[in-house]
């Protein structure tokens, strides 16, 4: 059965009628998009905010034209029942239910009226657009939701496509590699982060004697501090006051907690466990579909690794069964968004790379890596002469 669709047969004259008016013309992807928005059942809340624009204006249009123009404006409102006179018009969506229920009024006052039948004819006709409107608010999301779920829905498809890169046998070799030099790195993070804490509160318990207040918001407040506020609000407690804490302007009264050593070590270790699984993860994922490409890896060897706060690097030399080898240098480090708030970039540059003939590639990038550098292969030909050709996909 074929669905249906939203029609505007009057307006579509009318506005044919009146030379000049955009606004139906405007308004018909505005159609497109609710009918669209009800079959997914979903729009996101800035979408519905421009489609209830757009909608809007077209009936402030279709009333003026159908209804003001002939009925109301240039005195002609004076030859109408008083009721009708100064008939409030829904210019807008959002008023098209209570315009149902007075033309109920309407028609039991004045049943022979041009102007009420007139109105019957279009409000019929925008039933269907008010219905379908009313449904889709229904399904409106919040932009940021829609971003958060288009962004899980993403990672999860990455993650799966990952999980089966990282099963083949080369990638697994990485992952034992990186597994058996893990113990070393986690406790080097581990060591480094409860160093960066133990600062944070130190500093923390300096400034309060200096400035003789204990208030980490007022001490820290611009917006560059915020990973240390994360921190102090997980080692203070606030005290009770006599006085009504709420009370604008009263000053607030911060102490450490007994066990703050305690929660300082469990915040680095658990810091160094996300850092080393991502470590792990993004060093052999980098890699991945090389490793899967050429199914002849030979070698693998983890150096040069550097750990400091906020960064690791290192070198990943691999070496292939047809003498083409690469060095992926990969580093993880901790950067900060313009709030302040932190996150980890992974970036990796491929260096010393040299396909199976022996030839050096420079400049070369992740997708060269995977377009070219797996594609390679040399053919052998008449007179030990050996020439290039790239594998077809």
């Known amino acids: 059965m074929p669905e249906k669709t939203l029609q505007f047969p009057i307006a579509e004259k009318l506005f044919l009628e009146s030379k000049g008016n955009k606004d139906y013309e405007r308004f018909l992807p505005c159609v497109k998009k609710i009918e669209q928005g009800l079959k997914v059942k979903e729009i996101v809340n800035p979408e519905f905010e421009d489609l209830k624009y757009g909608v809007n204006r077209f009936l402030e249009s279709f009333f003026k034209i159908g209804i003001s123009e002939k009925y109301l404006y240039a005195g002609k409102y004076e030859s109408l029942p008083q009721e009708l006179q100064y008939v409030d018009l829904p210019y807008g969506i959002h008023a098209l239910g209570a ?40 399904y409106v999301v919040k932009a940021n939701v829609k971003k958060k779920q288009l962004k899980e829905a993403q990672e999860q498809e990455e993650e799966e496509y990952m999980k089966k890169l990282v099963s083949h046998k080369d990638a697994q070799k990485v992952i034992d590699l990186l597994n058996t030099k893990s113990k070393d790195i986690h406790e080097q993070i581990y060591t480094i982060e409860l160093s960066f804490l133990k600062n944070i509160v130190k500093s923390y318990i300096e400034k309060t004697k200096e400035l003789n207040k204990t208030d980490y918001h007022e001490i820290y407040s611009h917006p560059s501090y915020a990973d240390v506020i994360m921190v102090l609000q997980s080692v203070t407690v606030r005290e009770k006051q006599k006085t ?53 890896m030979s070698h693998v060897s983890l150096e040069n690794v550097n750990i400091r706060k906020g960064v690791i690097e290192c070198d990943l030399n691999v070496k292939f069964e047809d003498k083409s080898s690469f060095i992926a240098s990969n580093s993880v480090v901790l950067s900060y968004s313009k709030y302040g708030k932190p996150f980890y970039r992974y970036p990796t540059i491929f260096k010393n790379v040299q396909l199976p003939n022996g030839e050096k590639m420079k400049d070369v990038s992740e997708q060269t890596m995977e377009e070219i550098f797996t594609k390679f292969e040399n053919v052998a030909v008449a007179d030990n002469v050996t020439i290039k050709k790239i594998k077809p996909n």
């Open 244 to 296: 009504n804490p709420y009370i604008y302007g009263e000053e607030k009264i911060f102490s450490l907690v007994e066990n703050y050593e305690n929660i300082l070590s469990s915040k680095a270790r658990q810091h160094a466990d996300y850092v080393v699984k991502k470590f792990i993860y993004k060093n052999t994922s980098k890699i991945a579909y090389i490793l899967n490409e050429k199914n002849n």
């Open 99 to 138: 315009m149902y229920k007075k033309q109920i009024k309407f028609e039991k006052s004045f049943p022979q009226e041009p102007i009420v039948k007139d109105l019957r004819l279009i409000l019929d006709e925008l039933k269907p657009l008010y219905d379908s409107f009313t449904e889709l608010k229904t």
